[in-house]
């Protein structure tokens, strides 16, 4: 599986960016897809994840503002990100998930190039 992420850029706190993440290939519906986010240093962080049964997983510091979803149609997921503030500045990879749990990043085995995400504050 190829990925591609797109959609970072940069923004006032308070705004909205949309990220999304095109795969190559026929079997985008069998893996479960994850964001996962990594400020300068070597932490990449797990920010959300959608199993390929649609249960969905959030990191706390953005549940109630970021959105997961997916298009298997367009093998495509989205994080949709509302209310951004200045800590969610980062370079935003997303990965294909190949074994539970979702929120780890061991758990995923493909990954995208990163998009970066700028807050201003």
């Known amino acids: 599986v190829q990925l591609q992420a797109s959609g970072g850029g940069l923004v006032q706190a308070g705004g909205s960016l949309r990220l999304s993440c095109a795969a190559s290939?026929?079997?985008?519906?069998?893996?479960?897809m994850g964001w996962f986010r990594q400020a300068p240093g070597p932490d990449r962080d797990f920010v959300a994840g959608?199993?390929?049964?649609?249960?969905?997983y959030y990191a706390d510091s953005v549940k109630g503002r970021f959105t997961i979803s997916r298009d298997n149609a367009k093998n495509t997921v989205y994080l949709q990100m509302n209310s951004l503030k200045p800590e969610d500045t980062a370079v935003y990879y997303c990965?294909?998930?190949?074994?539970?749990?979702?929120?780890?990043?061991?758990?995923?085995?493909?990954w995208g190039q990163g998009t970066q995400v700028t807050v201003s504050s």
């Open positions: 990965a294909a998930n190949i074994r539970p749990p979702m929120t780890l990043r061991t758990s995923y085995a493909y």
């Open positions: 290939g026929r079997d985008f519906s069998r893996y479960g």
């Open positions: 959608i199993s390929k049964l649609d249960t969905i």
